[in-house]
């Protein structure tokens, strides 16, 4: 049986003591961000993935050699997804009120020195780590 495994790349932050995958972890503990991203997104994977096996399926009956199921195209629109998911602030959006991040820490960001009056990051987005080394993979 095939898995889908949703998870991050384990960077160090500048500071030296925390890591991406301690962010992930103290984030899907508190917040469920990627269970909650799966939830909301169940039939874009479903489907990506689906469309991912047809194309092989299709490579296979027009006679090429599918040496090996490689799964990067269909995981990359994933992670894409997952990406614009934390942008638009959808994940956030979908959460309880009492979960929500308050608007006062969404003012703040280890990016910039000083946010402008007018201006605000989206939830679970600081330094941009973590977005970025959100990954998806298949194990068996």
Known sequence: ML???LGVLDVAYVDGTT?????AGFLEDRY???RKFAEMNEDFIADTIADHFAGLIESVAQGKRVSAIDMTPAMSKIEERFRD???SGEIHQSLPQEQQVSAATLKTSSRKKVIKPDESRQAFIDSGMYQASFRAWITK
Do not use: E, I, R
């Not at 890591?19 to 962010?23: E, K, S």
């Open 85 to 87: 998911a934390l942008d």
């Open 3 to 5: 898995k889908l495994q």
């Open 32 to 34: 469920h961000v990627m």
């Open 19 to 23: 890591t991406t995958g301690d962010v």
